[in-house]
C-alpha cells in the first residue's frame, strides 16, 4: 500500500479486557516495529521484527502485551487484561531493511482503558 | 543506552521569526540521526537523515545541521503550517532501532 495502515483508529476497552491492535506495512518493507506515545513522553520501543528473524520483544513492559506478524507482512499487537496505565497512542512503522531512507509511521491507535 | 534530549520542551514564534531546536545525544556509533514532524492525531513525518558531524540538510524553511554531540533544527522565516511537534531520534552501530527525544511542540503565530 501507499502508507503504514492501522486499525481501529481509536479503541476504548474496560480495564481487564483483551485489545488487539493492527499494522499493515508497505509492501515490500521487510522491517517492522511498534512504538508506544504516552501523552507528554517521547516514542517507547517496543517490538521488532525482520523478515522471518525472530523478532526482539527487549521493550516489551509485561508479559500481557504480545505481537505476531504472519507471513511477514502483517502484524498484530496483543494486550491482555489491559490495565489503566496502557492507555496511550500505538504506533507501528516499518522500512527498508537499512532504514537509511526513515522509518514510515502510521497514524497510531488512541488506546483508551477505562 | 543511546539517550536524546530535545530542547525547549515548547516554542511560541511569531510568524517570519527564526528560531533553531537542539537534540542533545549520546550513542555508542552514530549510523544516523532522524528528524520527525508530528501533527496532532498522526503518527511521525520523516523530514532528515544525517550520518555525520559537519553534514547540513535543508526542506524548504527547515534546515538540519549536525555535530559530534548535538543536532539542530533551524526554522527561517516560519510560517503557521510550521507549527508541529519535533522529534529527534538516534540509531547506533549495534542497533536497528531508533531512540526518539521527547520532543519539541513549536507553534507560529499569523
Known amino acids: 500500500g501507499a502508507g503504514v495502515s492501522q486499525s481501529p483508529s481509536n479503541k476504548v476497552t474496560e480495564k481487564g479486557k483483551d485489545v488487539e491492535l493492527r499494522c499493515d506495512p508497505i509492501?515490500?518493507?521487510?522491517?517492522l516495529y511498534w512504538y508506544r506515545q504516552s501523552l507528554g513522553q517521547g516514542l517507547e520501543f517496543l517490538i521488532y521484527?525482520?523478515?522471518?528473524?525472530?523478532?526482539?520483544k527487549s521493550g516489551l513492559p509485561s508479559d500481557r502485551f504480545s505481537a505476531e506478524r504472519t507471513g511477514g507482512s502483517v502484524s498484530t499487537l496483543t494486550i491482555q487484561r489491559t490495565q489503566q496505565e496502557d492507555s496511550a497512542v500505538y504506533l507501528c512503522?516499518?522500512?527498508?531493511?537499512?532504514?537509511?531512507?526513515?522509518?514510515?509511521f502510521g497514524s497510531g491507535t488512541r488506546l483508551t482503558v477505562v | 543506552e543511546d539517550q536524546v534530549t530535545q530542547s525547549p520542551e515548547a516554542l511560541r514564534l511569531q510568524e517570519g521569526e527564526s528560531s533553531s531546536l537542539n537534540c542533545s545525544y549520546t550513542?555508542?556509533?552514530?549510523?544516523?540521526l532522524f528528524w520527525y514532524r508530528q501533527d496532532p492525531g498522526k503518527g511521525p513525518e520523516f523530514l532528515f537523515t544525517?550520518?555525520?558531524a559537519g553534514e547540513e540538510k535543508e526542506k524548504e524553511r527547515l534546515k538540519a545541521t549536525l555535530t559530534k554531540k548535538e543536532s539542530f533544527l533551524h526554522i527561517t522565516a516560519p510560517k503557521p503550517e510550521d507549527s508541529a511537534t519535533y522529534l529527534c531520534?538516534?540509531?547506533?552501530?549495534?542497533?536497528?532501532?531508533?531512540?526518539f527525544g521527547a520532543g519539541t511542540t513549536v507553534t507560529v503565530r499569523a
Open positions: 512503522a516499518s522500512s527498508s531493511p537499512t532504514g537509511s531512507d526513515g522509518y514510515t
Open positions: 509492501s515490500g518493507h521487510t522491517a
Open positions: 521484527f525482520q523478515g522471518n528473524s525472530a523478532p526482539d
Open positions: 550513542v555508542s556509533g552514530l549510523r544516523g
Open positions: 544525517l550520518y555525520s
Open positions: 531520534a538516534v540509531k547506533g552501530t549495534n542497533d536497528y532501532k531508533l531512540s
